[in-house]
């Protein structure tokens, strides 16, 4: 049975250990349909040979407590005591600009689940959990990144109902071949 519960960010060190990583075996190119803003296709490309992704290589989140965490929600998944999964959810933090200086927007900074439970239904509840605490907090939009190669992620968003609103090419200069993807879910 999966318990989700709130900590407090001091929790990051545990929460790290929940690991993150994915192999990368295929990406999305995003294709506009329609006129501008209409919406994006998603066409799935093969890369060979697959490689491993780690977002905790790049700023782990013990890292993130240099930032101004007022608003920053930790939310747990546990089963059985054992820590599952996790996710991280900011609101009205002006010093984040991914927030776009709004107080009605929330950002799922952060959803992380065990390689051994993913698939399972864990990332859901942290999502449905997510969008519930951003609800009690005034937010009418859920925003959401992902990267054309996290794949499983896109594909996870999609079904929870989030659309694809921005396609951000070289937005990374650490990773110039990975594109940015923005996420929209009116809540």
């Given at each position: 049975m999966i318990t989700i519960?709130?900590?407090t960010i001091t929790a990051l060190g545990e929460y790290a250990k929940v690991s993150i990583a994915f192999t990368v075996a295929s990406r999305y190119v995003a294709v506009p349909v329609g006129a501008a803003?209409?919406?994006?296709?998603l066409i799935e490309e093969s890369i060979d040979p697959p490689w491993i992704k780690d977002y905790d290589g790049?700023?782990?989140?013990?890292r993130w407590l240099r930032r101004v965490?007022?608003?920053w929600r930790l939310i747990s998944a546990f089963s059985?005591?054992?820590r599952v999964g996790g996710a991280i959810v900011v609101h009205d933090s002006p010093e984040l600009h991914f927030l776009e200086g709004r107080n009605d927007l929330a950002?799922?900074?952060d959803l992380r689940v065990s390689p051994a439970c993913r698939r399972q239904g864990v990332g859901t509840r942290l999502f449905e959990y997510v969008v519930g605490y951003a609800k009690n907090v005034g937010c009418v939009e859920l925003k959401i990144e992902t990267q054309d190669v996290n794949v499983n992620a896109c594909d996870f968003y999609a079904k929870q109902g989030c659309r694809l609103v921005n396609v951000i090419?070289?937005?990374?200069?650490?990773w110039p071949d990975e594109v940015e993807f923005n996420w929209m879910l009116k809540l």
């Amino acid at each position: 049975m999966i318990t989700i519960k709130e900590e407090t960010i001091t929790a990051l060190g545990e929460y790290a250990k929940v690991s993150i990583a994915f192999t990368v075996a295929s990406r999305y190119v995003a294709v506009p349909v329609g006129a501008a803003g209409q919406g994006w296709e998603l066409i799935e490309e093969s890369i060979d040979p697959p490689w491993i992704k780690d977002y905790d290589g790049g700023e782990p989140p013990n890292r993130w407590l240099r930032r101004v965490t007022t608003n920053w929600r930790l939310i747990s998944a546990f089963s059985n005591g054992n820590r599952v999964g996790g996710a991280i959810v900011v609101h009205d933090s002006p010093e984040l600009h991914f927030l776009e200086g709004r107080n009605d927007l929330a950002a799922l900074w952060d959803l992380r689940v065990s390689p051994a439970c993913r698939r399972q239904g864990v990332g859901t509840r942290l999502f449905e959990y997510v969008v519930g605490y951003a609800k009690n907090v005034g937010c009418v939009e859920l925003k959401i990144e992902t990267q054309d190669v996290n794949v499983n992620a896109c594909d996870f968003y999609a079904k929870q109902g989030c659309r694809l609103v921005n396609v951000i090419p070289d937005a990374y200069p650490d990773w110039p071949d990975e594109v940015e993807f923005n996420w929209m879910l009116k809540l």
